[in-house]
């Protein structure tokens, strides 16, 4: 059963999607994360262990080799492609409730923004955290985050502005969700941001990569 | 087709059939922390180093871009404009998404200027339309409009068509009307740059406009950039690329040789000079 799951994380770790895809080439004609994924099921393996022990710390591989620039975006991409295809055999487990995520996660990338790259990034890797996502694209304003957290008051939210015009409406966003939602906690991430400017405004985490806010969110669930 | 910027005597031609120009992009505070703190102080050496470097490097034109949180840039982008002016006699690119901004530093900057950017949005076209035609200043056009940022290339040269005939409409010269075709990150969709390249053909065989675009960005999440970024610069120069906005320090010996290898620049006199000086 260990060996299943160890393909799954390899598979997931070098952005095998399924038997046609031809990367990486050395894994050529295997099985990739879709097909495996499935099987484990068919063989009675748990959702939660397909999770657990595949997908989260084979995304927490990819996250910590891209802060150390030893992978670059389209690998990342291609990994989390790999894990989407093994996280479409868990959907109906969700769904169900018999598989439990850690959490919810709202994000966005901020009025006046159409940047979507990082956002990306950050809403792939906290899905491979184990975290449902709701993403809700670009150009999003302060209403779209409120009524996402009316839908999902529990959940966490990340803000993402890749210019420094635009980074201006984080703080507009972050005051208007702690007025209404004292309790939520706000992360924020994108080029001109910094840990500064995440005090300044009153957001609770501000992180430089994907990792850092993976890592932040598992540090809120404990 | 010929787009004359001016800064306080010297023209700048931007000839679709002439060498490339270069727009600095380094006046920017993303990443330039120092630029944010020296601004906030009233302090100007930064922005004048930033300026001095940048045309030493190769820019023919300097992109100024004060924006950042808190910034008064009515108050910060004219002031910034006339301590550029004070010390370098070299046209300006108005970079800032607030048109007062931008009319604020129109008002001081004398010369002839490109405002930094009209895109195909209708609230966008109002307001600045009216105010390049009335400082005279020339205009960059994004292919962007109220719908978003479209991968179609023969959308991207409507939008381009668009807002060419509304500038036209507004007294605006056509060309004094430069089309940017938006270059985005090739890691994150590999058909990134071919969907720019193909828009910069269809818009200088079509509309045989000027064509700029922000040009350092497309190699994001990658290794070996720079390389990545002047190979790019080359193919889009091929495609009609006239004015790049980019870091000149970077990226003047692909346009230099691009200028040489598609025979514009004759005896090879640009190429040779930008490397004996840079020795």
């Known amino acids: 059963m260990n060996e299943i799951l160890n393909r799954i994380a390899q598979c997931v770790e070098f952005g095998k ?42 995304m927490a591989n990819v996250g910590n080799k891209f802060s150390k620039k030893e992978i670059y975006v389209p690998q990342m991409l291609m990994s989390a492609k790999a894990m989407n295809s093994a996280m479409a055999h868990l959907k109906p487990f969700f769904q169900s409730g018999e598989t439990k995520r850690k959490g919810k996660f709202i994000i966005g990338t901020v009025s006046g923004d159409l940047h979507d790259i990082g956002k990306n990034l950050v809403a792939m ?12 694209g670009v150009d999003v304003g302060a209403e779209k985050f409120l009524k996402a957290l009316d839908e999902h008051p529990d959940a966490i939210v990340g803000l993402s502005a ?13 005051m208007a969700v702690k007025e209404k939602f004292s309790a939520s906690k706000i992360l924020i991430g994108g080029a001109p941001v910094t840990r500064e400017y995440c005090d300044k405004i009153g957001a609770d985490f501000y ?7 993976v890592n932040y969110l598992k540090q809120l669930a404990s | 087709m010929k787009t004359i910027l001016r800064g306080k005597t010297n023209d700048v031609i931007i000839d679709t059939n002439g060498p490339v120009i270069i727009i600095g992009e380094c006046i920017n505070p993303t990443r330039r922390k120092k630029l944010i703190s020296t601004l906030q102080e009233g302090n100007f050496d930064y922005v ?46 108005l970079d800032s998404p607030n048109p007062k901004a931008i009319e604020a530093a129109l008002k001081v900057a004398g010369g002839k200027c490109l405002i ?59 060309e004094d009307v430069i089309i940017d075709p938006l270059a985005m990150a090739v890691s994150a969709d590999s058909k990134a740059c071919v969907v720019t390249l193909e828009t910069i053909r269809l818009i200088h065989q079509k ?38 906005i980019a870091n000149p320090e970077k990226i003047t010996a692909a346009v230099r040789a691009s200028d040489l290898v598609l025979g514009k620049d004759d005896f090879a006199v640009r190429f040779v000079e930008y490397f004996q000086n840079r020795k």
């Not at chain 2, 940048?54 to 404009?81: H, S, Y």
């Not at chain 2, 339309?129 to 959308?155: F, Q, R, V, W």
């Not at chain 2, 000027?210 to 790019?232: E, H, K, Q, Y």
């Open chain 2, 207 to 244: 509309l045989g406009l000027n064509i700029t675009m922000g040009a350092s960005n497309i190699s994001f999440g990658l290794p070996g950039r720079d390389d990545l970024n002047s190979v790019f610069m080359s193919l889009a120069i091929l495609n009609g690329l006239t004015c790049p």
């Open chain 1, 207 to 213: 992180s430089p990569d994907p990792q850092g806010a």
């Open chain 2, 116 to 174: 930094n950017s009209v895109n195909g949005e209708e609230k966008s076209l109002k307001v600045l339309l009216s105010i390049a035609k009335e400082y005279e200043a020339a205009i960059i056009g994004l292919t962007m409009d109220d719908d978003g940022i479209t991968h179609d290339p023969e959308k991207r040269l409507a939008i381009a068509e668009k807002i060419l005939e509304r500038a036209v409409k507004a007294g605006i010269k056509e």
């Open chain 1, 17 to 58: 999607i399924n038997k046609t895809s031809p990367y990486p080439p050395n894994m050529k004609d295997q099985d990739g994360a879709d097909e495996l994924a499935k099987r484990a099921l068919e063989e009675g393996v748990k959702p939660d262990e397909i999770l657990e022990n595949a997908l989260i710390p084979a």
């Open chain 2, 48 to 93: 004048l180093e930033l300026a001095e470097s940048q045309i030493k490097a190769g820019a023919d034109v300097l992109d100024v871009n004060i924006g950042f949180p808190g910034v008064d840039d009515v108050k910060l982008l004219p002031e910034t404009v006339l301590a550029i002016i004070g010390s370098f006699d070299i046209p300006l690119c």
């Open chain 1, 162 to 174: 890749l210019l420094t015009t635009t980074m201006e409406n984080m703080k507009k966003i972050v």
């Open chain 1, 125 to 136: 890797m906290i899905e491979g955290g184990g975290w449902e996502v709701i993403d809700l």
